[in-house]
């Protein structure tokens, strides 16, 4: 084959692999979103029952609030760094809340969630020990919420 078909064929080559590989970035990047999305409704489901317990708007239950609990310190010890690829903030892509200052504070990103997963397992502690003890262990969990999204979650 002469010199200018292998070239020619090689270039062809690259135009349809280059977009190929954009569209699995692409798709990886927005599988990533939707993992953590899906960790952050977890995590909502899980408050919404420890909350209401708290506030007595559902019955208090120990099992169901003991695993609640359990459930949220098992997703704050998920290993994360899979969901946060950079290029996956609401600067580059829509359909996410994540600002692009979580990849230039990253260190600070994983100290907050270590504090949550710090709150969830001091809840996890008392959760099964009645409705009053839920109320002040619920809103350390909150604060930690609240640390991080303060920073680093643009509002609705």
């Known amino acids: 084959m002469p010199i200018s078909r292998t070239l ?8 349809i692999v280059a977009p190929l590989g954009a569209l ?3 798709r990886m990047t927005r599988n990533a979103i939707a993992a953590r999305q899906g ?3 977890n995590y909502q ?9 708290a506030r007595g708007n559902i019955e208090y239950d120990a ?3 003991q695993a609640a609990a359990n459930n949220l310190v098992a997703l704050t010890t998920l290993e994360a760094r899979f969901s946060w690829p950079p290029g996956s903030d609401n600067a580059s892509v829509d359909g996410t809340r994540a600002l692009p200052a979580i990849w230039e504070n990253f ?4 100290a907050k969630a270590m504090a949550l997963n ?4 001091e809840l996890a502690a008392v959760a099964g020990d009645g409705q009053a003890a ?3 262990a619920l809103g350390a969990v909150g604060g930690a919420c609240t640390a991080c999204h303060d920073s680093y979650r643009a509002s609705n």
């Open 8 to 15: 020619s064929a090689l270039a062809l080559a690259g135009l």
């Open 24 to 26: 699995a970035q692409d």
């Open 39 to 41: 960790i952050f409704q």
């Open 45 to 53: 489901l899980m408050l919404v029952q420890l909350g209401g317990m």
């Open 63 to 65: 099992e169901t609030a």
């Open 107 to 110: 260190d600070d990103v994983v």
């Open 118 to 121: 710090a709150a969830a397992t």
């Open 134 to 136: 839920l109320g002040p």
